[in-house]
T-cell receptor
Framework: TQLLEQSPQFLSIQEGENLTVYCNSS?????LQWYRQEPGEGPVLLVT?????EVKKLKRLTFQFGDARKDSSLHITAAQPGDTGLYLC???????????FGTGTQLKVEL | ETGVTQSPTHLIKTRGQQVTLRCSSQ?????VSWYQQALGQGPQFIFQ???????GRGNFPPRFSGLQFPNYSSELNVNALELDDSALYLC?????????????FGSGTQLSVL
């Protein structure tokens, strides 16, 4: 069974702070995605990384895929209240889009 | 707004009953995947349908079954409901099953089993 462990599980910070969320597995994934989910909604895709060592930036968010394609990180610079939500990493193996989701990181950014 | 609609939004059932959840995929999408998300956890893959055929299944018992219709909409059926089936059930549609095909999730059906 493939598992994706995320840390921390909960994070409460003040507006303007930086943070990093980690996603780790003992399995190799062909691609890894990051989603954000808000209450009462489904997850929304933020980014897909497919190459070991790949780094992608989306405004204040920086995503990195580990060299061995077993882990990933999400770094948010100068967090804003609008960043509040559940952040999920999700990996796929082979050539398909059936996803194994991580355990989730609940982020709360306060004014 | 993803264009993926699920119904009903909320449902309360008692243990032992059966339930059917529905999903309308985004226009042009031929693949539907179902996920179960327990409170405070990440979604777990139930199964995927591609062009009306089951195309992969997660670690769920046979009482979880599904259908995909010619218009690519889908149903998830759960028989003999158990208390642990209480969860948010998410449907996601995509154009195809390849890893590059982005999943678009609906807002889910919140199922409570009493």
């Amino acid at each position: 069974t493939q598992l994706l462990e995320q840390s921390p599980q909960f994070l409460s910070i003040q507006e303007g702070e930086n943070l990093t969320v980690y996603c780790n597995s003992s399995s190799v994934f062909s691609s890894l995605q990051w989603y954000r989910q808000e209450p009462g909604e489904g997850p929304v895709l933020l980014v897909t990384v497919v190459t070991g060592g790949e780094v992608k930036k989306l405004k204040r968010l920086t995503f990195q895929f580990g060299d061995a394609r077993k882990d990933s990180s999400l770094h948010i610079t100068a967090a804003q209240p609008g960043d509040t939500g559940l952040y999920l990493c999700a990996g796929s193996t082979g050539g398909g889009n059936k996803l194994t989701f991580g355990t989730g990181t609940q982020l709360k950014v306060e004014l | 707004e993803t264009g993926v609609t699920q119904s009903p939004t909320h449902l309360i059932k008692t243990r032992g009953q059966q339930v059917t959840l529905r999903c309308s995929s985004q226009s042009g999408h031929n693949t539907v995947s179902w996920y179960q998300q327990a409170l405070g956890q990440g979604p777990q893959f139930i199964f995927q349908y591609y062009r009306e055929e089951e195309n992969g299944r997660g670690n769920f018992p046979p009482r979880f079954s599904g259908l995909q219709f010619p218009n690519y909409s889908s149903e998830l059926n759960v028989n003999a409901l158990e208390l642990d089936d209480s969860a948010l059930y998410l449907c996601a549609s995509s154009y195809g099953q390849g890893r590059q095909e982005k999943l678009f999730f609906g807002s889910g059906t919140q199922l409570s089993v009493l």
